[in-house]
């Protein structure tokens, strides 16, 4: 199944021509959101290409096509109804600075094979780079992680910033865990502008605020309400979705000192 996207609708009758692109089509960089004083955007300017996991799947394309496309339908996170634990699962590996934990010993073996080790090496580089730059924030502040995202065949990224609710230093690794964790997702659409998804999750319940500069469509509303009921409760969650619109509330979390450097350096 084929999925054109284009600002108009095309007129009856227009001939659409398609043909096989070339892997490398497949890292293309998504055009950055525009700029803004939200520093989570901002962060996504800075910090967005990743480099060498883009072109990791690039590579993986040319040397095991079967494994790059299980890994875009799978793991890496795009907008279905696969994002949230497509989320989860990268920055489960991101806060361990586990690169090969997300990628799968398969897709890593097939790189291994074709003689780019030097590849997996600097992309575990870049998963490090973000582990101490999370583990650097201090306790309680708001964790910062750059998350790839795959959309109508082009690689881009996300700010995504994560917070332990009521997070004490020295805490245990059982503490944690049974703490509240919250996130922060801002991105910029092309139709419905700036939206932040600022999602709480506490044992088995998911609760959501989207929050957008204008208030969206009534039945855009609706149609997101049972789309997110649906998929908590496929995975045996309890939660509810919150719309809220204007300026005020939304939220503008700090920047690290860490993450500060980082984005001098890019």
Known sequence: ??????????????????ELADPATL????PGPAVDANP?????????????????VATLAGIDRAAAQSLLDTIMPRANRKLGAALAFFLSAARGGDARAWLGDDAWTSLERGGRSDLL??????FQTMAQEAEAAP?????????PFFDSGMMG??????????????????????????????IDMSRLGPLQLDGLVRGQRFDLILRSRTPLPEPL???????????????????????QAGERGWVK?????????????V
């Open 27 to 30: 890292a293309r960089p998504l």
């Open 253 to 265: 979390p700090t920047p690290t000192a860490a993450m500060a450097s980082a984005k001098g350096k």
């Open 139 to 147: 306790a309680g502040e708001w964790r910062p992680f750059t998350v």
């Open 121 to 126: 090496s600097r992309l575990q580089g870049e």
């Open 1 to 18: 199944m084929l999925a054109l996207t284009t600002r108009a609708p095309l007129p009856l009758g227009t001939v659409v021509v398609a």
């Open 221 to 243: 509303r609706t149609e997101l309400s049972a789309v997110f009921t649906n998929s908590v409760s496929a995975v045996g969650f309890a939660g509810g979705l919150v719309f």
């Open 157 to 186: 990224a996300l700010a995504v910033h994560v917070r332990a609710v009521g997070e004490e230093e020295g805490e245990s690794p059982e503490r944690r865990r049974e703490r509240a964790n919250r996130f922060l997702i801002d």
């Open 40 to 56: 989570a955007v901002a962060t996504v300017n800075a910090l967005r290409n990743l480099p060498a996991l883009h072109q990791m």
